[in-house]
T-cell receptor
Framework: ETGVTQTPRHLVMGMTNKKSLKCEQH?????MYWYKQSAKKPLELMFV???????ENNSVPSRFSPECPNSSHLFLHLHTLQPEDSALYLC?????????????FGDGTRLSIL | AQTVTQSQPEMSVQEAETVTLSCTYD???????LFWYKQPPSRQMILVIR??????QNATENRFSVNFQKAAKSFSLKISDSQLGDTAMYFC?????????????FGQGTRLTINP
């Protein structure tokens, strides 16, 4: 049990589809994150939520839309994606105020855009 | 902007050997934290070890230890008595605090293979 659960594990979608990625954490953390992991590139931070408020939007295209309804749940809504958006999307959580506390990651959603 | 560089894309050693993974970073901050994460084929990112910049003593966790050289902005990971289960991607990461949340900056990763 990782403490951070992501669904679905795999997702294949066309460029015109709309889908959502879900992340849930059971650790009592107050900050949540979305990362994109592409082949041969470092992990890229996409969004940061602290106490359910978005504090970072790392120049992410508007076709990615995050939602954090409460401190335990984080969504990433996807629409009209491009082939270059195919990647592993990782969710993480942390006790945000304390920078020595590590982020805990989920297993990721492997996204493939047809 | 903070950057993290891992200069070894791949490494391979025999089981029970010692291996060192290198990491350098660039920051103007004086107080920060550094982490090594491991990502096995199962995809989950797992914390290996962490180091606080204001502590001169190198962190150690069982077979894992770091060589933290603050002036040189170097943060290498040493794995002693390597095991087959250590096979994974290893990522060095630097953290800063933004508006009450961490911002982790990752290196490109080193793919480590432990051979039997």
């Amino acid at each position: 049990e990782t403490g951070v659960t992501q669904t679905p594990r795999h997702l294949v979608m066309g460029m015109t589809n709309k889908k959502s990625l879900k992340c849930e954490q059971h650790l009592g953390h107050n900050a949540m994150y979305w990362y994109k992991q592409s082949a041969k590139k470092p992990l890229e931070l996409m969004f940061v939520y602290s106490l359910e408020e978005r504090v970072e939007n790392n120049s992410v295209p508007s076709r990615f839309s995050p939602e954090c309804p409460n401190s335990s749940h984080l969504f990433l809504h996807l629409h009209t994606l491009q082939p270059e958006d195919s990647a592993l999307y990782l969710c993480a959580s942390s006790q945000g105020r304390f920078s020595n506390q590590p982020q805990h990651f989920g297993d990721g959603t492997r996204l493939s855009i047809l | 902007a903070q950057t993290v560089t891992q200069s070894q894309p791949e490494m391979s050693v025999q089981e029970a050997e010692t291996v060192t993974l290198s990491c350098t970073y660039d920051t103007s901050e004086n107080n920060y934290y550094l982490f090594w994460y491991k990502q096995p084929p199962s995809r989950q990112m797992i914390l290996v070890i962490r180091q606080e910049a204001y502590k001169q003593q190198n962190a150690t966790e069982n077979r894992f230890s770091v060589n933290f050289q603050k002036a040189a902005k170097s943060f290498s990971l040493k794995i002693s008595d390597s095991q087959l289960g250590d096979t994974a991607m290893y990522f060095c990461a630097f953290t800063e605090i933004i508006q009450g949340a961490q911002k982790l900056v990752f290196g490109q990763g080193t793919r480590l293979t432990i051979n039997p």
